[in-house]
């Protein structure tokens, strides 16, 4: 017995470097995924590469008829939704907020923001209909607290905690869980390259050198903390947050002194 055996979960962005780490994961614990994407190529080829019980659904997580695909495509292929973790998101260039684009702002908060509202509007009445089931919310360290140049990141990530919060209580009484993670500075090509409209990539200006644990988050380190809190293990937690940075939140680690 796997953890998710007879379980379908539906990942956003499901192809990245975090996303395509929580659907390979969830498939090897007996999951049905379904791997939700605007990346056709690279979404059929995760597909086939997992073989049976994964599938690929084109989503844009700003559509709401996209989103219908979805859920219609998780149902009909393995007759139930019962996990959804959104994952997509985009970062901003970063700019101060006085030069920062009006459409970068609505393009980022629009992703990551708006598509989380449009996802859970969208899987609340299948994972009502599955008799229960689980959310989980990605936001990240910036959503806990101001990042200079960063303002449509830091805005859509604050917000996505109190969606959060705001669907636990609505969604209690249902049987569905929702939860927020918050991973720091992880390994994937989300801070290996810059944003779009951007030259420098956030892995560039950082150096985990000074914190408690002083190395890169890799995704496989989300990826255990998601599991979990999908599985029935947490079955008595909603509404909470869960920060995964190595220690960056905490500030500088005090240094050993030479003997």
Do not use: C
């Not at 303002?151 to 249902?174: H, I, N």
């Amino acid at each position: 017995m796997h953890r998710f055996d007879d379980r379908t979960v539906l990942v956003t962005g499901g192809t990245g470097g975090q996303g395509s780490s929580h659907v390979r994961a969830f498939h090897a614990e007996g999951a049905n995924v379904v791997i939700g994407d605007i990346d056709t190529a690279r979404g059929v080829a995760l597909a086939d590469e997992l073989g049976a019980r994964a599938v690929f659904t084109r989503l844009d997580v700003t559509d709401e008829g996209s989103w219908a695909a979805a859920v219609l495509t998780a149902e009909s292929a393995f007759g139930t939704l019962d996990v959804l973790v959104n994952n997509a998101g985009v970062q901003n260039p970063p700019a101060p907020i006085e030069t920062t684009d009006p459409a970068v702002w609505s393009r980022v908060l629009g992703i990551n923001l708006t598509g989380t509202f449009l996802g859970i509007r969208a899987a609340a009445p299948a994972l009502r209909r599955a008799a229960g089931g689980v959310i989980v919310n990605v936001a990240s360290t910036m959503g806990l607290g101001g990042t200079a140049h960063y303002a449509p990141y830091v805005a859509s990530k604050w917000a996505v905690r109190g969606l959060t919060q705001t669907a636990a209580l609505e969604l209690g009484r249902d049987g569905i869980r929702v939860n927020t993670i918050h991973p720091g500075v992880i390994a994937t090509p989300f801070i290996h390259e810059p944003a779009a409209g951007a030259t420098t990539a956030i892995a560039d200006v950082y150096s985990p050198e000074p914190f408690a644990v002083p190395r890169l988050g890799e995704p496989t380190d989300v990826t255990r903390l998601l599991l979990f809190l999908a599985s029935a293990e947490a079955s008595f937690i909603t509404g909470s947050e869960y920060v995964i940075d190595g220690g960056l939140l905490l500030g500088p680690a005090l240094q050993r002194s030479a003997a």
